[in-house]
C-alpha cells in the first residue's frame, strides 16, 4: 500500500533562518506531488506542485522554493524565513495525469512557527 | 471557470442529530468532487468522492454525499452525529480537463458536534 511521510510535525524557527521540510512516498511509481499551505480561515493553498522529477511548477510568488531530488522526495525550502511563512504546511500525493478522478493522499502536515 | 463554495464556515450540531454540510460547485466540464475531512493540526483524510456513477455516494464513517447536477450541489450528509466528526470539512473539486491536477478547494466547513 502507499505511503506518505512528512517531516518534522512542528518546527518553530526565528526570522531569516532557513528552512527545509521533507515529505517522501512509499508505495507508488510517477506521483504527481503537492506542497499545500493551510492558515486559519483560509482554505488550502497550492504552493508548489511536480510531475517528475526536476519538474517544478510555482503557484503563487513567495520566499520559498521546492525541489524534486527523486521520484519519491519532494522538498520545501527557504533561504531566509519571514513572519508570513508561519501556517500549516501539507505534503500530497496524487496519480498521474489523465487519473483526474483520483483523490489527492495528504501527509499529516508541519505546524511551522516563525518568531 | 471552475469553483467550490461551502455555504456554511461553522456548523453545530448535537450529538445523535443529523448532519448536514452543504457545497455548491461551478464547472465547465463534468468534474470529480470529494469530500476531506480534517481533525486539528492533522492532515487530510479523503471521505468519499464521486467520479460519474452513482450519484449517491458513501464514504466512511457514515458520511455520504448526493451530486445533483441540476442544482450543482455535492452535499454532504450524516444520519446521527458522534463526537469524533466533531473537525473541519473541505469539499474539492476536480476538474475533468487538464493534465496537472490542480484541485479547486472550499474554504471548509467547522462542525462542532455538542453532547
Known amino acids: 500500500s502507499q505511503t506518505i511521510h512528512q517531516w518534522p510535525a512542528t518546527l518553530v524557527q526565528p526570522v531569516g533562518s532557513p528552512l527545509s521540510l521533507e515529505c517522501t512516498v512509499e508505495g507508488t511509481s510517477n506521483p504527481n506531488l503537492y506542497w499545500y499551505r493551510q492558515a486559519a480561515g483560509r482554505g488550502l493553498q497550492l504552493l508548489f506542485y511536480?510531475?517528475?522529477?526536476?519538474?517544478i511548477s510555482s503557484e503563487v510568488p513567495q520566499n520559498l522554493s521546492a525541489s524534486r531530488p527523486q521520484d519519491r522526495q519532494f522538498i520545501l525550502s527557504s533561504k531566509k524565513l519571514l513572519l508570513s511563512d508561519s501556517g500549516f504546511y501539507l505534503c500530497a500525493w496524487g496519480r498521474q495525469a489523465g487519473n483526474y478522478n483520483s483523490p489527492l493522499h495528504f501527509g499529516n502536515g508541519t505546524r511551522l512557527t516563525v518568531t | 471557470a471552475q469553483s467550490v463554495t461551502q455555504l456554511d464556515s461553522h456548523v453545530s450540531v448535537s450529538e445523535g442529530t443529523p448532519v448536514l454540510l452543504r457545497c455548491n460547485y461551478s464547472s465547465s466540464y463534468s468534474p470529480s468532487l470529494f469530500w476531506y475531512v480534517q481533525h486539528p493540526n492533522k492532515g487530510l483524510q479523503l471521505l468519499l468522492k464521486y467520479t460519474s456513477a452513482a450519484t449517491l455516494v458513501k464514504g466512511i464513517n457514515g458520511f455520504e454525499a448526493e451530486f445533483k447536477k441540476s442544482e450543482t450541489s455535492f452535499h454532504l450528509t450524516k444520519p446521527s452525529a458522534h463526537m469524533s466528526d466533531a473537525a473541519e470539512y473541505f469539499c474539492?473539486?476536480?476538474?475533468?480537463?487538464?493534465?496537472?491536477?490542480?484541485?479547486?478547494w472550499g474554504l471548509g466547513t467547522s462542525l462542532a458536534v455538542n453532547p
Open positions: 511536480s510531475v517528475g522529477i526536476g519538474q
Open positions: 474539492v473539486v476536480s476538474p475533468a480537463a487538464g493534465n496537472n491536477r490542480k484541485l479547486i
